[in-house]
């Protein structure tokens, strides 16, 4: 069941996306009379779920669920349909059409990406406000494992710039350390900037960056579990620890590890509670948990804006998606680091989803992948729509347009590209399946 739930969340999503996306083709030819002959949702390879034509379209679902597209008639895509070509130009014809209006076609689908994710953002701002970790809140610093370790950090360490620059958000920072060059810390009352190594992001990409990276806390308890070894030993919501067999206790990270490391044995549990110094005497199980939550409460901010104010914010959002997602293609293809490895087609995506379902993760999801989307297609590889982009930029600077063979073998070669991605993509969706059971 949570599997299914996990597949309608993302068909729902790129849906929704497919559809704008071509609408934002289909609008505009319409209304420079251009006739479009297809409107697919998905890619209908050999037969199609769904077909029905009204007027001169052909509406339809395919069956492939990697995209969709629309058919615009007079016009060399991916279909590689040139029969028509070899005929005189008509005027409802792609072809036949100004260069501005053929371009203004094209970029209609990128453009409904990008208008998309502002809308969610803005309304995603306005609804539930911002919530976040600022940076500069983390009094204790930072906690890391050992991978985090090969990137040159230090539990304790206070993040102070990455590549010069501060990040607002703890979140913002995980991301932008993955991303950059050099980070500058306070390491034990000292200011150090160091290079982050190409050798330690390769780990943390291979390893899917699991937990490199957290934030040090108080050991304070939040919640106790009930029925738990710590509930029926008398450990009450707001202790602090402060001790365990009289060794001093001052981060949650030190407790947990202490736990870990004492599978049935006795511990003597110091805590403060309500100012006063308690000892509790407690058991700890096999599984080496003994049931109790951190208090972290105070660590979160909620930035609230009203409609207006969401609107300008969400754009900023928006926008600082996409330079985050330029800034991957740097990353991914640095060999050293193995991020292309990383990079998730349909399977990897669907294993992204929640398992219950979640509207704030779906609207957010699709706003972070409406940008994704609009930033590959705008590439200008041949095949996609920042291909024709640029042939058409082509005609419109140097007066005449390319060739019918140049446009083909354009073509050609993108697809060739992108079918090689897609194999890339595929294979590390199957390969992280195959690791799972070896």
Sequence with gaps: MELFIQIVQFILI???????HELGHFIPAKYFKTKVEKFYLFFDVKFSLFKKKIGDTVYGIGWLPLGGYVKIAGMIDESMDTEQMKSEPQPWEFRSKPAWQRLIIMLGGVTVNFFLAWIIYTLLLFNNGDTYIPSDSLKHGILIDSIGEQLGLKTGDKILAIDGKKSKKFTDAVLDIILGDEVTVNRSGKEITFPLSDEGKETVFSTQGKNFLGYRQKAKIDSVIPNSVAKSSGILAGDEIVAINGKKITYWDEFTKQIKSSANKNLQVEVIRDGKREKIALTVPNEAT?????????????D???????IPEGFNKTISVLTKQIRQFKVIFNTKTGAYKQVKGPIGLVDMMPKQWNWTFIWSFMAMFSVWLAF????????????????????????RPPSEKVLEKGQIIGFVILMGLMVIVFGNDIWNIIKKYI
């Design 14 to 20: 790129i849906s929704v996306l497919v559809i704008l």
């Design 290 to 302: 003994i049931g109790v939550y951190p208090s972290v409460k105070d660590l979160w901010v909620t």
């Design 304 to 310: 609230e804006y009203g409609f207006f104010a969401a």
């Design 376 to 399: 590959l297609n705008i590439l200008p590889i041949p095949a996609l729509d920042g291909g024709h982009v640029m042939f058409l930029l082509y005609e419109i600077i140097s007066g």
